[in-house]
């Protein structure tokens, strides 16, 4: 399990860098699997919201914004999916396709979902509640806030 004492604070400029994937507990046993996720333990944040996102269809984006202060935990509970951040510098993309590990963004990533498998599932974890003024929704703007035009 990756220790919450790698990330950065909170309220620094996040960079791809600092997106991580993070293992979580696996429980098995010849009745199934279970994985648990624990705010402030497996994640660097307390969780303030959850959604998912489903249903997605094939050769659809999600995603395309930044947010200014919240920070992320994304899994794919179910099925896989790509996610493609950007820190306006550098670039990297994350596959996520099993239920036991997410990818932790910090604030100020820029974050493209794609690629979704048919009947995939998206679990994500936030670090605030719902806030449409956190949202960056142009990339040419997160580029301007960041340094990156």
């Not at 046993?29 to 497996?42: A, M, P």
């Not at 979704?116 to 998206?122: I, Q, R």
């Amino acid at each position: 399990m990756t220790s919450i004492t790698t990330f950065a604070p909170a309220l620094s400029a996040g960079t791809v860098d600092q997106c991580r994937i993070i293992d979580l507990p696996r429980i098995g046993s010849e009745r199934g699997n279970l994985t648990f996720i624990e705010g402030g333990v497996h994640v660097p944040f307390s969780v303030e919201r959850v959604y998912y996102l489903y249903d997605v269809p094939g050769g659809a984006t999600r995603g395309a914004h930044a947010h200014r202060t919240l920070q992320q935990f994304i899994v794919a509970a179910s099925g896989s999916f790509d996610v493609v951040v950007s820190d306006g510098r550098q670039e990297r993309v994350f596959s996520l396709n099993r239920s036991y590990y997410g990818l932790y963004l910090p604030r100020m990533i820029w974050r493209d979902l794609v690629n979704f498998s048919s009947g995939s599932f998206g679990l994500v974890l936030a670090s605030r509640h719902y806030d449409e003024a956190d949202y960056i929704r142009d990339h040419n703007e997160f580029l301007r806030f960041v340094g990156a035009a």
